[in-house]
């Protein structure tokens, strides 16, 4: 199974920017797409970005333009930029690891089969 920890969560004044990093280990080879996730209390939980093995993403409509997905392969690491943040950016970041995505005309998200622990991101104004 796939073990995901992430790490460079914290507080930031609106306006700033923070690095999240997501690594997985273990049985890593069939990770097809890995994802950033958020949620915050009273609120469902919202895909944020994916980015599949080949490299191409997809990001959330209100984080489009702020927000950056990468990943090192060889470190079987995925970050997540996320720059002009806002309060309502506030939230626990989870990292998802899947074997196959759900691909449509507007894009695509990742299937989770596995989940990390979570960071939490609080942005203050």
């Known amino acids: 199974q796939v073990h995901l920890v992430e790490s460079g969560g914290g507080s930031v004044q609106s306006g700033g920017s923070l690095r999240l990093s997501c690594t997985a280990s273990?049985?890593?080879?069939?990770?097809?797409?890995m994802a950033w996730h958020r949620q915050s209390p009273g609120k469902e939980r919202e895909g944020v970005a994916t980015?599949?093995?080949?490299?191409?993403?997809h990001y959330a409509d209100s984080v489009k333009g702020r927000f950056t997905v990468s990943q090192d392969n060889a470190k079987n690491t995925m970050y997540l930029e996320m720059n002009s943040l806002e309060p309502d950016d506030t939230a626990m970041y989870f990292c998802?690891?899947?074997?196959?995505?759900?691909?449509?005309?507007?894009?695509?998200?990742?299937?989770?089969?596995?989940w990390g622990q979570g960071t939490q991101v609080t942005v203050s104004s």
């Open positions: 998802a690891s899947g074997r196959v995505a759900q691909h449509n005309t507007r894009g695509f998200t990742c299937s989770p089969s596995s």
């Open positions: 980015i599949l093995r080949d490299g191409r993403t």
């Open positions: 273990g049985l890593t080879y069939g990770i097809y797409c």
